[in-house]
């Protein structure tokens, strides 16, 4: 799908930044191209790690006057990911994503976004294609793509993923090229992702037979239209806690939240 096709003339863009090459090119392009985006970033509260992240954001963001929005785990949930750590025993990442997803939503809902863009490259997303897999996730299978969500629903914000087929090292290029003074600070819990595994499965493939990663990328995407003709006239169920939508009676943030109380 052609970025063209991705957004319309009167989105309202966020761009979803860390600090790292990939989410700082897709802010530069899309500010490049006329886009008008605004920045969100997310504050996990990871020490040591996200405050260095974020002080490239926010110097990036003065050097090209793009208004950021900075949300924190802790003013929004009341700890930082660091403090769920040492609450929980199950992988930290799979809190994060979750608390991240539904943070970035929320907020680009209230700033009046119609699409969030994330940063992810052809290596996430392949990447993506095959956790789904693995893990038997049929519904994010058919939520997947260029454009996120099987149904539109004014509490959530579709994203879209300009640089999903660019690979991670012509991101790499492009942020040299252009001079993107990004962080290349690795976080401290990205050992135990369940991500690294599969990346050391795509990785070896991809050096040996060359295009797995972009034949991962159409599996999906096949799948994902396959998968959304049988289930696009489901409304999709609120959770009872917060009114949120969700995959049963309640959404996964409030099952964290709960799990931490
Ligand atoms: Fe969050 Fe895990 Fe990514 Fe660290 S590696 S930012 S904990 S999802």
Known sequence: MKNAAMFKKEDKVAAAVSGGKDSLSLLYFLNKHRYNPIAITIDEGIKGYRDETIAHVKKFCSDYDIPLHVFSFKGEYGFTLDEIKKRVKKPICSYCGVLRRDLLNKKGRELGCSKIAIGH??????QTVLMNFFRGEIFRMARSGPVTG?????????????????P??????????????YSDIECPYRGGAYRNSVRAILNPM?????????????????LANALR??????????????????????????EILAELS
Request: aromatic content about 4%.
């Open 206 to 222: 991809e050096e040996k037979y060359p295009g797995s990663k972009f034949a991962a990328l159409r599996t999906g995407d096949e």
């Open 168 to 181: 991670e090292r012509e991101n790499i290029i492009y942020a040299l090229i252009n001079k993107i003074n």
């Open 121 to 126: 490259n052809l290596d996430d997303e392949a």
């Open 150 to 166: 099987i149904i539109r629903d004014p509490f959530l914000v579709p994203r879209a993923k300009p640089l999903r087929e660019c």
């Open 229 to 254: 003709k049988n289930i696009k006239d489901k409304k999709p169920p609120r959770c009872a806690q917060c009114g949120e939508i969700a995959a049963g009676a309640m959404c996964k943030t409030c």
